[in-house]
């Protein structure tokens, strides 16, 4: 039996003196407290009560006992609602951990935001080493991941945060010297830019999109950052955050290419560890990121 489950019967009935009055108190039955005194008995090998038919008196070592599990038992209980406090409330410390391309640029800005408006979370926020295997990041001491591929695993929550928006690009200098895009078939005659996690792009939505495998690429990167500035310098085609890219859209330094066809958005995922309640300060992140991209929309870009 649970020593717990024993200890607790038996510190009721030293303080209460009866096997019937301790039955009452845990509401159950006088028999199965008698018994789990027994057992506690049997388990430590000394005897612990006196019983006689009329009444039941501790020996010398049971009140030796009865006093130490009552304190371990109040300890335990102390400590758990002190744990349960701190699940509830939004402070303390909490790992983040993300892929560097996005971490430097939208998740970055709402991680920021967040450390601002909650001072007595202690935020450690790190860029890269998210592994493909989704719960990796619990072993390496990390709250929550944040990832951009839909994740299913049963070990994990997941939970989706936003909708990144992703736009083809090229500089106006490459443009000139190659062409435009008329149709996304074209990409197999132009040269790319290609993020090392992404070799396939797919363009258009539903039943109306396609996979292009990227068979030219003239400059590969981890970094979106880089990508953007490779195109920059007129490079190639690449696929790019819209909120990166935005500015150089604007200005002119980029343009979009196929601005007809729609580029999917990739959503950004919260995976955090198991667990039928989410910690409080896990909870309040993932409802302050969520807001903050609603309040803070990548900016739309004309064509």
């Known amino acids: 039996m649970d020593r717990m489950l024993l200890m607790r019967s038996f510190v009721i009935v030293a303080q209460l003196g009866s096997f019937s009055g301790a039955a009452r108190a845990l509401n159950s039955s006088g028999s199965l407290v008698s018994r789990h005194v027994a057992e506690l008995e049997r388990q430590i090998g000394v005897r612990l009560v006196n019983r006689t ?3 039941v008196s501790l020996t010398e070592t049971g009140l030796r006992y009865s006093e ?11 400590e758990e609602a002190l744990i349960g406090h701190l699940h509830d409330r939004a402070e303390g410390p909490l790992n983040v951990v993300c892929p560097k391309w996005i971490g430097s640029l939208d998740v970055g800005d709402a991680i920021a935001a967040f450390a601002a408006a909650h001072p007595k979370i202690a935020v450690r926020f790190e860029l890269g080493g998210v592994s493909e295997r989704t719960y990796d990041f619990l072993d390496s001491g990390f709250d929550v991941a944040l990832h951009t591929r839909d994740l299913r695993d049963s070990r994990v929550h997941l939970k989706k945060i936003a909708s990144l928006p992703f736009a083809l690009c090229a500089s106006e200098d490459y443009v000139k010297r190659r062409g435009a895009l008329d149709h996304p078939g074209d990409l197999a005659d132009h040269e790319c830019l290609v993020h090392v996690n992404e070799p ?10 396609s996979l292009h495998k990227i068979r030219n690429v003239a400059f590969s990167s981890n ?20 909120r990166s890219a935005h500015e150089d859209l604007v200005s002119g330094a980029l343009s979009l290419q196929l601005p ?18 989410v910690p409080r300060k896990i909870a309040t992140l993932l ?9 803070n929309p990548s900016p739309a870009i004309r064509t």
């Open 53 to 55: 038919s009329r009444s």
């Open 68 to 78: 130490f599990a009552a304190r371990i038992l109040a300890e335990i209980e102390t």
């Open 200 to 209: 396939v792009w797919r363009l258009g939505h539903g039943s109306n999109s």
């Open 223 to 242: 970094s979106y950052i880089a990508l953007q500035k490779a195109a920059l310098q007129g490079r190639g085609i690449a696929l790019l955050p819209q």
């Open 260 to 277: 007809q066809v729609p580029v999917p958005e990739r959503p950004l995922y919260a995976v955090y560890g198991p667990g039928q309640t």
């Open 287 to 295: 409802e302050f990121l969520a807001q903050w991209f609603k309040d």
